[in-house]
Nanobody, 124 residues
Framework: QVQLVESGGGLVQAGGSLRLSCTAS????????MGWFRQAPGKGREFVAA????????NYADFVKGRFTIFRDNPKNTVYLQMNSLKPEDTAVYYC?????????????????WGQGTQVTVSS
């Protein structure tokens, strides 16, 4: 089992920045692909970003490219999502997820472990 705990969400004005953190426990962190997803009210959960086991490969949803950066610190068992130039449409609950599958995965079904989510609200 892998336990994931997110932090760093909050309220920010449009154009501002936030950094989300997700700390894992229970298994060897470097064995897992890590992803960030989000879910806005009334919408399905959507892919935001993913990073491979060694941090050498990343993948982003088109709507965050150039604004968000995913990175990981394996010795600290933590993955981060740096969010810049935030927009009101980025408002959502953001979830961290872990997958034992290889590759930078964009589908929710590929991830077997999920955090509880952290709320990000961007005001206009």
């Amino acid at each position: 089992q892998v336990q994931l705990v997110e932090s760093g969400g909050g309220l920010v004005q449009a154009g501002g920045s936030l950094r989300l953190s997700c700390t894992a426990s229970g298994r060897t962190f470097s064995n897992y692909t890590m992803g960030w997803f989000r879910q806005a009210p009334g919408k399905g959960r959507e892919f935001v970003a993913a990073i491979g086991r060694s941090a050498g490969v990343t993948n982003y949803a088109d709507f965050v490219k150039g604004r968000f950066t995913i990175f990981r610190d394996n010795p600290k068992n933590t993955v981060y999502l740096q969010m810049n130039s935030l927009k009101p449409e980025d408002t959502a609950v953001y979830y961290c997820a872990a997958s034992s599958k290889i590759g930078v995965l964009i589908s929710t079904w590929a991830y077997g472990y999920w955090g509880q989510g952290t709320q990000v609200t961007v005001s206009s």
